[in-house]
């Protein structure tokens, strides 16, 4: 199997990818496409890496090329990490100034 950290992280990006959170505000910013495309993009590696890890043992080019995807994954896990948590903390807040405006209402009415 592939480098199983790498592998991992892999995995975990094409599972953010795909989840609810990213597809609500892919659809909202109009980016669904460039979604989909980055998933196909990391899935074609995910496949690439089952490959790599025999070739690395003999080759030094394939080992500097794993070390440095491991790398640029680590960093999109990241953005993407980063990403939801805003879109997140955006809804939370969302939230709560629409509760703080219901209360609000429901105590003007309360006067009447």
Known sequence: MADAIL???VQTIIESLGSSTLNRIG???GVNDELEKMKNTISTIQAVLEDAEEQQ???HQV???LMKLRD???DAD???SEFTTHVLQQEVMDGHKIVKKL???IRF???F
């Open 57 to 59: 043992v003999k080759n």
């Open 103 to 105: 209360n609000y209402c």
């Open 7 to 9: 592998y991992g992280v």
């Open 27 to 29: 659809s909202i910013w």
């Open 109 to 111: 009415l309360e006067i």
């Open 72 to 74: 640029a994954a680590f």
């Open 78 to 80: 990241d953005l993407l």
């Open 63 to 65: 080992k500097d090329w």
